[in-house]
C-alpha cells in the first residue's frame, strides 16, 4: 500500500475520513503526538491498528471526540467531576478514564470495564473527526516500542506502506503524550502525567499520583494503565540520565567520552568533544517539544549512548521524567550530595 502525506485541506480531510469510514487506518495530528486513527465501532479496523503497531492486546486505546456531546456514544453514565474537568481543560492535553458504555467494542478497551476519553485541541483532529462521524479510536501512531511520533515524517518512518494516509498538522505544539488520569467521586489518581499538571488539576480537585509514574512496573503486575508497563518511548542508543546541576552533569561527562556518544546539552553548553552534542531546550516546554524528535536523531546518528540531564518532579518536567525513565530503563546516575 502507499502511503500518502496529505495537507490539511477540506479535500484531503474528507479523502481521509472516507478511508476511516471503510476500515482503514489514517495518521492524524494532535497538539501532543501524532495518533493512529481508526474507527472504534469497527472490529477489523481496530485489530489492524494492534497489528501495524506491533501493540500489546492488552493495552486500550483512547477514544477522541471533538465535542462533548460525542461523550454519551462512549461513556456510561460519567460522574459530574467529568464535566468540572472538561470545561476547564477540554479541548486539550487531557485523558479521562470513565465507565465503558456496552456498545464499545471490547476490543477498544482490551476489555477493561473502562474507556479512555480525549478532546484534542488539534483543528486537524476535531475536522477529521467531524468529518469521519464517529469520534476516533487512537493510540501514538508509533510502532510499539519507538519514540511518539511529533512529526508527520515521523509516521511516515514508521509506517509507511501499512497506512495510506497521514494527515500532516505541523509539529505537535506539546510534543509529548496527553496526561491521563482516572476519577474517582471527587478525587483524580494520575496515571500518566502530562502538560495538563498535577498542580493545574489539584486547583479543580484532589489529585495523587498513581502507582508506575516513578516506578518500573514488572509486565506481571496487573497495573490501572497497561501502557506503563511496557518498554516505551526506547531509542536504539543506551540512554543513562544525570541528576545534578549543569556544571556537575558537564564536569562529569568532561573526559569521558567517546564519539559514538550523544549529549542532550542544556544551558550555556561546553565542548563535549569527540561526542555529539543535540540542543535540547532551556525550558521544560522547549525540552518536551523535542524531546521524542531528538531520540529519533540520536538513532540516525546511531549514538551507542546518550547523556540525559535528569528532569525534576515540578509541573511540566513530571512528564519529562516518566517518559526518561522508562527511554533509560532507570538508569540514573545521582550526583547530587545529600
Ligand atoms: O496524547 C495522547 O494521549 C496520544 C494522542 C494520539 O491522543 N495518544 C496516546 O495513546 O498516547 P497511547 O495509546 O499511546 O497511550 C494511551 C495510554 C496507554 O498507556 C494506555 O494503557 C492507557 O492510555 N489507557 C487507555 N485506555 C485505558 C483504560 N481504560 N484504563 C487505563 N489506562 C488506559
Ligand atoms: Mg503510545
Redesign the pocket.
Known amino acids: 500500500m502507499e502511503t500518502q502525506i496529505l495537507t490539511l485541506t477540506d479535500e484531503h480531510i474528507s479523502l481521509a475520513a472516507g478511508a476511516l469510514q471503510r476500515g482503514e487506518l489514517v495518521g492524524?495530528p494532535?497538539e501532543?503526538?501524532?495518533?493512529l486513527s481508526a474507527n472504534p465501532f469497527c472490529e477489523e479496523a481496530i485489530k489492524k491498528v494492534f497489528e501495524v503497531k506491533g501493540r500489546a492486546a492488552d493495552?486500550?486505546?483512547?477514544v477522541?471526540i471533538h465535542t462533548l456531546d460525542l461523550l454519551g456514544q462512549f461513556v456510561e453514565d460519567p460522574p459530574p467531576l467529568t464535566y468540572r474537568l472538561a470545561k476547564r481543560f477540554w479541548p486539550g492535553?487531557l485523558?479521562m478514564?470513565l465507565p465503558?458504555k456496552k456498545e464499545l467494542p471490547d476490543i477498544v478497551?482490551?476489555s477493561?470495564p473502562?474507556?479512555?476519553v480525549?478532546f484534542?485541541a488539534h483543528i486537524g483532529a476535531q475536522k477529521l473527526i467531524a468529518c469521519a462521524g464517529f469520534g476516533l479510536a487512537?493510540?501514538?501512531?508509533n510502532l510499539s516500542g519507538r519514540p511518539?511520533p511529533t512529526k508527520a515524517i515521523h509516521v511516515y518512518q514508521d509506517l509507511c506502506g501499512k497506512i495510506p494516509y497521514i494527515l500532516d498538522g505541523g509539529e505537535c505544539e506539546w510534543g509529548l503524550?496527553?496526561t491521563?488520569i482516572?476519577l474517582q467521586n471527587n478525587s483524580v489518581t494520575v496515571?500518566?502525567p502530562?502538560a495538563i499538571t498535577v498542580s493545574m488539576l489539584q486547583e479543580v480537585c484532589d489529585t495523587k499520583l498513581g502507582y508506575g509514574v516513578l516506578q518500573p512496573v514488572s509486565s506481571e503486575k496487573k497495573v490501572?494503565?497497561?501502557?506503563?508497563k511496557y518498554r516505551h518511548y526506547a531509542p536504539k542508543a543506551q540512554v543513562i540520565l544525570i541528576r545534578g546541576t549543569e556544571d556537575a552533569f558537564y564536569s562529569y561527562l568532561k573526559g569521558s567520552l567517546r564519539p559514538q556518544d550523544v549529549v542532550f546539552t542544556i544551558g550555556r553548553g561546553t565542548d563535549i568533544s569527540p561526542g555529539k552534542p543535540l540542543a535540547f531546550g532551556d525550558t521544560a516546554r522547549e525540552r518536551a517539544h523535542r524531546l521524542f524528535d531528538l531520540l529519533r536523531k540520536a538513532d540516525e546518528m546511531e549514538a551507542k549512548t546518550v547523556y540525559i540531564p535528569c528532569p525534576s518532579q515540578d509541573g511540566l518536567e513530571l512528564a519529562l521524567l516518566n517518559r526518561l525513565l522508562r527511554a533509560s530503563a532507570f538508569r540514573v546516575i545521582d550526583l547530587v550530595k545529600e
Open positions: 492524524m494532535t501532543t503526538v501524532y495518533g493495552n486500550p486505546l483512547i477522541h492535553p485523558t478514564i465503558k478497551t482490551a477493561l473502562t474507556v479512555a480525549r484534542p487512537a493510540p501514538s501512531a511518539s503524550e496527553s491521563v482516572k496515571l500518566r502530562g490501572e494503565s497497561p501502557g506503563m
